[in-house]
């Protein structure tokens, strides 16, 4: 099909951070996850474990422990806050000093109607929970030590509150502890410091069950308070616990970055009555602390230090397997694909790199040589990093885009927004910052640029986006799109067509909008697809949009007939190859060939494609028809066939694996037949990770 | 493992006349754990602290008396008990300097042993077998005594053991040529009287020794045939059981006796698995019978063995840790350890047979030991023996037992031996496999050696392969085959026997080495070992022509395995030729490879290496030279054996034989070309190890290097999409 030039690009030193916390709502099946940065991340696990929602971070912010009333997401942290999240807005709605110090856990009655916390001072602080708000009600008896986990009895009557050493019990009628569970310390050298319970779960049977950090896991009886059972799994600490929603089933995440389940079971098959906690599976999947854990209908769901989010499905619960029933690794937020902008301007690409902190903009580098594939070709010039733009004030940045021309830089956080003027001439650059902006920008969750650069779109507030005329001498509030369907939800994808004509928009609650520039009016709305959009690009010449969904589908709409195409009809009639669907990334940037009109290249975390809509669909009914195999080779094992053999191969999906690395970025330069590439190697995350806690191996 | 220390001598002893007699009654122990009293045969009673060797006081009693009981010593009162002239106690303290002047009572019978044990009180025994506490008797001295034992009963030894505030005394009768036991218990008294089997040889024991464990009496006694039997009486008896009661016992080992019985010897439990053993032959050192052994009971191995000098009186006792042994002219304290084997442990041999496994059911299995394992059985059926011995008959099997095949042994024919011996290795189960395996083989070895024309390779073979056998429980076995040229028993027994001493190898390599080649090649080895020789020596034959070039030289010599010459009548102008050749046959090199591999530690085998001449020597070390050659060699492709000298061991016997005859190598002519190459060798190994560690200082370098080569910042490469 032809040669590319590749840009390999991997000095995006992007490091994601550590995952802190975890709270999975049954009801809406949305897992809420916070960072060590103070970030929160939405997951949507029926829409396959999309990534919808982003509350970017804050310095003074940091998050402990997560919770959910309802559709409402709390958090605490030790900034001695609570904070409840607007997820329409994504950001905090409000957060409220609780003045018992810094605060260790949070949770909520299973009725939705109160909040507890945990507090460095020792006292158990309840909240009450209004339509808009919180209200604090009274402490609990306040002890000595702090409170660093909490579980709350299903009937709501009773806490169990884990302590340095202990585990104690509260009458939450009355606010009196009524039971004293002491947590033996650990042997030899650490039986002098004291043993911190990391996590407790409270049983409908009154079971207590804790994990500490003596790596011991605990099942007490909480009428007596004696201890039942005692599991010793790890020399190191047993961070957190997580209780299945029939509670038969107890994970607990270690140190040693293992994730141990126990089960309620009868040790025998004689006495299926006698049961009794056994532990029974231990899951590797990280290297480092597990620090938050959910167990959910059909998987465990880890986290840690090592800042990978792990699904792991319990295979008992699948009847065959499935797509569903597969090991999930989530390595990067995908949204971290939008934290990349390139602008291909005067042949000088352009790069755009966006970190919580800071953005940073390189220039590629060049190479005048032709190479045979397969070759590496010299470089006349080095990449060169021109400018490192931090940003102002706490608020870590939530979006960042740069013009196409690359004269226009902008980025926003919760708080603000900020657009500079960039001047490159040969090597200096010079970037002034636009004073007056209109009043309505104050913040976005995407910024896109026109492809003429005199346009900037801020998709603001319920669905809507500002339009902004840049100028050179100031910057003009036009005109705010709404879309009609009345949307709250936030929009996470932005495009624009090369004509100026066309934006489109697409939100959270999977609509697609497409607005017509020229009459500043909503043009029509795609057709609502089951699955979130994951990634979506308007074509160069044709105008048709090609749009990506969480589950893998691809659509192909004209925009001017405001219906999808025939290729695309075509596509969905003969359905998507097994190959293809059963990826587990989703595909973050769609782009297309200048040079060919028929070609989308389209990318995902492991692979970039090339479709190619002249070549045969490869699709099983397909097979054997006039020259096609039906067999969905990759690029790798169609170079290995002969010249012969190759035609009969040949299809619509080039999909390049060449790139092994976490591919993060891909874009076509729009002046020759070159890509560019921006490439993470987990192996480059891995290693500046702290050193994981030592275990004995053998012979070591 | 048990290992008996350095001892050093308490006192001396003064030679008694007769040779039975010993002179020393008893050593008792003080209330000091340091202190021994020690009552010599006459008169006198002293006092020893251990550690320092030296007397803290000595008692005599007036010339014309004599002590008749070891003195002992009242824990409760700190006072000191002897009975001298059979009737007279006397009872004195630490401070009191003349015996005559203590306290005397002359009481009516005649007292066999006054004993005295830690936490119970003390107890007198009469000669007649009655039995009173010390205080009841000095509170009315006259007493009517009375006799228990029948007329022609005597006492033969006795002791006194506390368990669980029961206080027992035992003692063992001798009333014509059959032996009882007496346990005795006090408060509330009872007695209860056992018959113990009697010897085949109708002999009598020779010691006694009696301990406590696990609830149970453990009496353990030796037999001049050198059996060491146990049997148990549980401490909570059966009481009021009527008549005698026959006991039961189990062989706990077998003691090699050398030619002839045991005279004096004693054995005494050290622990649950060690005996200590004094006065009995060591099974490598082969003349006299003076010698301290520890023995496992479990594995039936020697642990540690010690020469004492001088006649020993077949006395030892045992107390805390240290053993004492008057031999010669003095009284040894000797300490030991006796440390639990893991090994014992890992097999679950550790174990406290019951008393069901006794003599006759050796070879078959207890079904009650293999349905209900090894749990502690109730007092009843401990006793129990009827039942047990209705049990045990019903069980013999059509196949002859170990006592028939060891009867048949003794005057059977090769063949018919072999079979039989076959017939119970294959069906007997591994539990008593050792016992029986070691015995048979002691049999047979003994057989062989009284008559010169009988001897069974292929019975013998059949017990090496059973893996159960090793050197220590039946030592003249190699040696018997060495004498035999039977080379392929000597090849098994290298290769199973983990505890072949360093004199043993050396005597194996030794005859090795002199056997001429045509002896050997007729036998049959054990065919891996072969084939990995022929193997060894083909990759040399070959490898002359492997790359197409093959020198001069070697076409000269085809087929060398085939006419092995020994290589000092080689064409000594080929040096080159020389080394290719193996300097011996190819058995003999699979006999040398054996004693290559077997274990020994280095100290112990440069002595006896010795013994060798230059010629051995130069021959050996050619052999080694060879083998070095081969292995060092590309074309020789190591191939999968089980069993083959590795390069360390090589290296290893060579750097021996050049410790052992270094002077000898220098002045002898022949050897001048041979050490200049081994020279060449060292100096190869030190080049070689100087260059992987070069290899291994860039191989690092290399891994240092490595992610920065790999990963790039940035480059532009071409893809081609198809």
């Not at chain 1, 005692?230 to 270690?254: F, Q, Y």
């Amino acid at each position: 099909m032809g040669e590319f030039k590749v840009h390999r690009v991997r000095f995006f030193d992007y490091m994601p951070t550590a995952i802190r916390a975890m709270a999975f709502n049954a009801h809406t099946e949305r897992l809420a996850l916070a960072r060590m940065d103070g970030s929160v991340e939405i997951f949507n696990f029926t829409d396959h474990y999309f990534q919808e929602k982003v509350i970017p971070g804050k310095d003074s912010r940091s998050i402990e422990s997560l919770c959910w009333v309802g559709g409402r997401l709390f958090s605490a942290g030790l900034n001695g806050e609570i904070a409840e999240y607007d997820l329409e807005n994504l950001r905090p709605k409000y957060s409220l000093e609780a003045y018992g110090g810094p605060i260790w856990t949070i949770i909520s009655n299973t009725q939705g109607t109160q909040l507890a916390i945990g507090c460095e001072d020792g006292t158990v602080k309840l909240f009450e929970v209004l339509e808009e708000h919180i209200q604090f009600e009274r402490n609990l008896d306040r002890q000595k030590g702090r409170i660093i986990s909490l579980s709350w009895h299903p009937s709501g009557t009773h806490i169990a509150a884990g302590m340095m050493d202990m585990i104690r019990v509260f009458d939450v009628p009355t606010g009196h502890a009524v039971q004293r569970l002491l947590v033996d310390r650990g042997f030899g050298g650490s039986k002098s410091r004291e043993t911190v319970v990391w996590s407790v779960a409270f049983l409908s049977d009154h079971t207590v069950v804790s994990g500490d950090s003596a790596g011991k896991v605990q099942v007490w009886d909480g009428h007596t308070g004696t201890l039942v059972k005692t599991h010793l799994v790890t020399k190191w600490d047993v961070l957190a616990l997580s209780v299945s929603k029939d509670e038969s089933s107890v994970v607990a995440g270690t140190s040693e970055g293992t994730v141990i389940q126990f089960q309620f079971i009868a040790p025998t098959l004689h006495q299926q009555q006698d049961k009794e906690w056994v532990r029974t599976r231990t899951f590797k999947n990280h290297t480092h602390d597990v620090r938050a854990l959910a167990e959910i209908e059909t998987a465990i769901v880890s986290g840690g230090m090592d800042t990978h989010l792990v699904v792991r499905p319990l295979l008992e619960k699948f009847d065959e397997k499935s797509h569903a029933s597969g090991l999930r690794k989530i390595h990067f937020p995908h949204v971290i694909a939008n934290n990349i902008n390139l602008s291909c301007a005067k042949k000088a690409g352009l790069l755009l790199f966006q970190f919580p902190g800071q953005l940073e903009l390189w220039r590629l580098g060049d190479s005048d040589e032709h190479g045979k594939p397969g070759d590496r070709l010299p470089l006349k010039r080095k990449p060169e990093k021109l400018l490192l733009l931090k940003r102002k004030g706490e608020d870590h940045i939530c979006c960042s885009a740069l013009s196409s021309c690359g004269g226009w830089l902008a980025y926003s956080t919760v708080s603000s927004v900020r657009i500079y003027r960039l001047q490159t001439d040969n090597n200096n650059i010079s970037i002034t910052k636009v004073s007056k902006l209109p009043k309505a920008l104050h913040s976005a969750h995407q910024l896109c640029f026109s492809s003429d650069s005199s346009k900037m779109f801020a998709a603001s507030s319920q669905s809507s986006v500002l339009v902004i005329a840049l100028t050179q001498s100031e910057c003009k509030y036009v005109h705010t799109l709404k879309p009609k369907s009345g949307s709250r939800q936030p929009i996470h994808l932005m495009t624009t067509s090369g004509d100026g004509k066309w934006l489109a928009a697409a939100n959270s609650d999977c609509e697609i909008h497409v607005y017509n520039l020229q009459k500043l009016k909503l043009h029509c709305i795609v057709p609502v697809y089951g699955s979130c959009p994951s990634a979506m690009g308007i074509h160069p010449t044709t105008n048709n949009m090609t749009v990506v969904h969480a589950d893998q589908q691809l659509f192909e709409y004209s925009i001017v007939e405001k219906q999808y195409t025939d290729w695309s009809r075509k596509l969905q009639k003969q359905g998507l190859h097994n190959v293809w669907l059963d990826r587990d990334t989703p595909v973050t940037h769609v782009t297309f060939n200048s040079k060919n009109p028929n070609q989308v290249v389209l990318h995902d975390m492991h692979m970039f494609c090339i479709i190619d809509q002249m070549f045969i669909h490869p699709c099983p009914c397909h097979n054997g028809l006039i020259g096609f195999s039906g067999l969905f080779y990759n690029q790798m094992t169609l170079r290995s066939l002969s010249e012969q053999e190759r035609p009969s191969h040949l299809h619509a999906f080039k999909i390049c694996k060449t790139f092994q690395v976490s591919l993060l970025f891909l874009a076509s330069l729009l002046d020759d037949q070159s890509l560019v590439v921006v490439e993470r190697p987990l192996l480059a995350i891995t290693s500046q990770l702290p050193a994981p806690v030592r275990q004995k191996k053998f012979a070591t | 493992m048990a290992t008996l220390f350095e001892g050093f001598t308490l006192c001396g002893l003064v030679q008694t006349s007769s040779a039975s007699d010993s002179a020393i009654q008893g050593i008792e122990l003080d209330g000091d754990s340091d202190h021994a009293v020690v009552t010599d045969s006459t008169r006198a009673v002293t006092l020893y602290k251990v550690s320092d060797q030296k007397p803290l006081g000595s008692w005599t009693v007036k010339q014309g008396q004599l002590l008749t009981c070891p003195a002992v010593f009242n824990f409760q009162t700190k006072e000191y008990v002897v009975v001298s002239d059979n009737k007279v106690i006397r009872v004195w303290k630490e401070e009191d300097l003349n015996l005559d002047k203590a306290f005397k009572a002359t009481v009516s019978a005649d007292v066999w042993r006054v004993h005295s044990a830690p936490g119970g009180e003390l107890v007198v025994l009469f000669q007649r077998g009655a039995v009173r506490l010390l205080d009841s008797l000095l509170s009315a001295p006259q007493q009517p005594i009375e006799g228990i034992l029948s007329e022609k009963e005597v006492i033969r030894w006795s002791t006194n053991i506390v368990a669980e505030k029961q206080h027992f005394v035992l003692f063992t009768t001798e009333q014509r040529g059959e032996h009882f036991l007496y346990v005795q218990r006090l408060n509330p008294n009872t007695l209860q009287k056992y018959r113990l089997e009697r010897e085949d040889s109708g002999a009598s024991p020779l010691s006694f020794s009696a301990s406590l464990r696990d609830k149970h009496i453990n009496l353990l006694y030796l037999y001049p045939n050198g059996c060491v039997y146990q049997s148990v009486v549980a401490v909570r008896g059966p009481v009021g059981l009527e008549g005698v009661q026959a006991l039961p016992r189990s062989l706990r080992l077998r003691l090699p006796v050398g030619e002839g019985e045991l005279g004096a010897a004693s054995a005494v439990a050290l622990d649950e698995a060690h005996v200590a053993v004094v006065g009995m032959p060591h099974p490598s050192a082969r003349t006299g019978k003076d010698f301290l052994c520890i023995w496992n009971t479990n594995f039936q191995t020697l642990q540690a063995g010690k020469e004492m000098v001088g006649r020993i009186r077949g006395q030892v006792w045992c107390y805390l840790g240290k053993l004492f042994v008057p031999h010669g002219k003095a009284l040894s304290v000797i300490p030991y350890e006796c440390q639990k084997s893991s090994l014992a442990s890992a097999l679950g041999k550790l174990r406290h047979p019951g008393i069901a496994v006794s003599k006759s059911s050796v070879a078959i299995p207890s079904w009650n030991t293999l349905l209900h394992g090894d749990q502690p059985q109730g007092p009843t059926k401990i006793v129990d023996t009827r039942k047990s011995k209705l049990r045990r008959k019903s069980q013999s099997a059509p196949a002859l037992t170990v006592d028939q095949v060891l009867e048949l042994i003794k005057t059977g024919p090769v063949e018919e031996v072999r079979r039989e011996v076959e017939a119970l290795v294959s069906r007997g189960d591994a539990q008593d496999l050792q016992l029986s395996v070691g015995r048979l083989a002691c049999q047979l070895v003994a057989r062989s050696q009284v008559e010169t024309a009988f001897y069974a390779p292929g019975a013998l073979a059949r017990l090496v392969q059973t893996q159960c056998l090793c050197h220590s429980m039946c030592p003249d076995l190699l040696l018997l085959a060495l004498e035999h040229k039977d080379y392929f028993l000597c090849q098994l027994c290298l290769q199973l026997f983990p505890d072949i001493p360093e004199v043993v190898t050396c005597a194996c390599l030794k005859t090795f080495i002199g056997v001429p080649d045509g002896d050997v090649e007729m036998v049959s080895l054990e065919p891996d070992s072969v084939s990995f020789m022929e193997g060894l020596v083909a990759a040399g034959a070959r490898g002359g022509q492997q790359n197409g070039f093959s020198p001069p030289l070697f076409e000269d010599s085809c087929d060398p395995h085939h006419q092995p010459k020994p290589p000092q009548h080689q064409d000594k102008k080929n040096p080159t030729l020389q080394l290719e050749v193996c300097p011996v046959g190819l058995h003999k090199a699979v006999l040398l490879n054996e004693v290559l591999q077997t274990p020994y530690s280095d100290n112990l085998l440069v002595p006896h290496l010795k013994d060798l001449n230059a010629p051995q020597v130069i021959l050996f070390l050619q052999y080694l030279q060879f083998i070095y050659l081969k292995y060092s060699q590309d074309v020789y492709t190591q191939t999968p054996v089980l069993r083959s000298p590795t390069m360390t061991q090589i290296i290893d016997w060579v750097c021996l034989l050049l410790d052992a005859h270094f002077t000898v190598l220098v002045m002898a002519p022949d050897a001048k070309g041979l050490l200049s190459n081994l020279q060449s060798f060292v100096k190869s190994q030190v080049k070689l190890f100087s260059e992987l560690g070069k290899i291994e200082g860039s191989l690092q370098e290399l891994h240092k290097m490595k992610p920065s080569k790999d990963i790039s910042q940035y480059s532009i490469e071409v893809i081609e999409l198809f």
